[in-house]
């Protein structure tokens, strides 16, 4: 008889923070500097919107309570604020520290926002 081999506990948050980190190199990797400022405000907007729909989407026929309906809100929130917000203040982190400042920005964002997926995704976030 085979043995099974054990999960490797850590082999999530390694999957997630790489893929999140690649995705965060990727955005810094080929940013272009933009004639337009930079508006926080669509940004926060478009979070608040997109979160409203993911979580509609999610619930509809689950009969969830309010209560995890909102907990699930706030949290998908907050990974679409970040995100959109971390894109806008690109243009800024350019003008501080040139490209590699943007890449270092991107790449960080991207490795804490698969961080707290993988938390996410093993039901402790």
Same mark, same amino acid.
């Given at each position: 008889?085979? =043995?099974?081999?054990?999960?490797? &506990? $850590? *082999?999530? $948050?390694?999957?997630?923070?790489?893929?999140?980190?690649?995705?965060?190199? $990727?955005?810094?990797?080929?940013?272009?500097?933009?004639? *337009? =400022? &930079?508006?926080?405000? #669509?940004?926060?907007?478009?979070?608040?919107?997109?979160?409203?729909?993911?979580? #509609?989407?999610?619930?509809?026929?689950?009969? *969830?309570?309010?209560? =995890?309906?909102?907990?699930?809100?706030?949290?998908?929130?907050?990974?679409?604020?970040?995100?959109?917000?971390?894109? =806008?203040?690109?243009?800024?982190?350019?003008?501080?520290?040139?490209?590699?400042?943007?890449? #270092?920005?991107?790449?960080? #964002?991207?490795?804490?926002?698969?961080?707290?997926?993988?938390? *996410?995704?093993?039901?402790?976030?």
């Amino acid at each position: 008889m085979r =043995e099974q081999k054990q999960p490797q &506990p $850590y *082999r999530v $948050y390694t999957q997630y923070i790489l893929i999140g980190a690649a995705f965060g190199l $990727y955005y810094g990797l080929f940013y272009r500097d933009s004639l *337009r =400022e &930079p508006d926080y405000l #669509i940004a926060v907007l478009l979070s608040v919107a997109a979160a409203a729909a993911t979580v #509609i989407v999610r619930s509809w026929k689950k009969g *969830r309570t309010l209560k =995890e309906i909102l907990l699930d809100y706030v949290k998908i929130l907050f990974f679409f604020l970040v995100f959109m917000l971390g894109l =806008e203040l690109r243009k800024w982190v350019a003008g501080i520290g040139g490209k590699t400042a943007v890449v #270092i920005f991107t790449t960080t #964002i991207g490795t804490v926002m698969g961080f707290f997926a993988a938390l *996410r995704k093993k039901g402790q976030f």
